[in-house]
């Protein structure tokens, strides 16, 4: 283990603070929030990346000599980004057409390498590209790393003690946790944990249309975040109830609908998760149930899409989407 990478990632894992639980004014739900957007890079996905990287470090596999290697459609190169550049490693982004503008120009600034992939599968996604590259640069770099967090359990453990874990001690009780499902880390460590302390809690996981998660044939998406174009391995570590699919045009409505509301400015897989707590609860009538989900991400990187009336109205058959 390189002592000085070790001392590193321990201080900066003393500087990820535990993230607000905040509750949204509504008659039909108590509904709680966790403000993951609150993380260092913005995200939930910080907790998965330091988790990952801490645990690499302590077996050694990632030195101060390493070069970490990782495909992201955005927020996990940003938390990655931020983390090794505070630990004084090199880290390369795979990223594709479908990362926003201000983070991919925030990647660009932040790592002196960056890989992007332009060129769509046959389903009209780019995962498969993106961990081709991967495994391209890897093969030609001597000492590098993957994170891979679609089948790494690392990540799970990370959302366990550290988002799930605060989740639960900010909340007595959750009746129904929603959340969005992408690489899978999330859920799985979510779930158990939440599970672990509440027996009787629904768990309700939340997907796109065009994403191939619960079987559902690939499609063209818009918005990079939540879904995925293949089945994620650490999904079989989650304890899911139910399954809630949304349209990309419910989930922009639903970014719009918690900052009409809330005031909360989220990220697409936020507004994804909200609109699905909507369509769930859309007939219910008895008294009102906990519920909790994640703010995973800021909406800074979608206003020039989710918030932006005109590339709705373009993206979306020329329709648009009510923003107030």
């Not at 479908?98 to 046959?122: F, G, I, M, Y």
Request: charge should be neutral; charged fraction near 25%; hydrophobic fraction near 40%.
């Amino acid at each position: 283990m390189d002592e000085v990478l070790w001392q590193r990632i321990e201080a900066f894992g003393d500087r990820l603070a535990p993230t607000e639980v905040v509750r949204l004014h509504r008659d039909d739900l108590d509904l709680f929030v966790k403000m993951e957007s609150a993380n260092p890079s913005g995200s939930a996905k910080d907790r998965s990346a330091f988790w990952i990287v801490r645990e690499a470090v302590r077996r050694g596999e990632i030195t101060r000599g390493t070069t970490v290697v990782e495909s992201s459609s955005g927020n996990f190169a940003l938390a990655l980004a931020k983390l090794c550049r505070s630990l004084g490693v090199l880290f390369v982004p795979v990223i594709d057409p479908t990362v926003n503008a201000p983070t991919e120009r925030l990647l660009r600034e932040s790592c002196t390498w960056v890989e992007k992939v332009d060129r769509p599968d046959d389903a009209g996604g780019y995962l498969r590209g993106r961990l081709a590259r991967v495994a391209e640069l890897r093969a030609r770099i001597a000492d590098s790393y993957w994170p891979d967090q679609y089948s790494n359990t690392d990540a799970v453990r990370g959302h366990y003690e550290l988002t799930g874990g605060e989740l639960v001690g900010s909340l007595a009780r959750i009746d129904y946790l929603f959340v969005g499902v992408g690489t899978g880390g999330t859920i799985a460590g979510l779930s158990r944990r939440v599970k672990a302390a509440n027996q009787d809690v629904t768990v309700v996981a939340v997907d796109v249309e065009g994403s191939v998660i619960f079987g559902a044939p690939p499609r063209r998406r818009h918005i990079p975040g939540i879904g995925s174009g293949i089945r994620p391995a650490l999904l079989d570590q989650a304890l899911i109830d139910e399954v809630v699919v949304v349209s990309e045009r419910d989930e922009v409505a639903g970014c719009h609908a918690l900052l009409r509301d809330h005031g909360l400015f989220a990220g697409g897989s936020t507004g994804c998760v909200y609109a699905a707590v909507d369509r769930y609860f859309e007939s219910y009538r008895g008294p009102p149930p906990v519920v909790a989900f994640l703010c995973s991400d800021r909406g800074d990187p979608y206003r020039n899409t989710i918030y932006d009336p005109d590339w709705v109205a373009t993206t979306f058959t020329q329709k648009r989407v009510r923003t107030s």
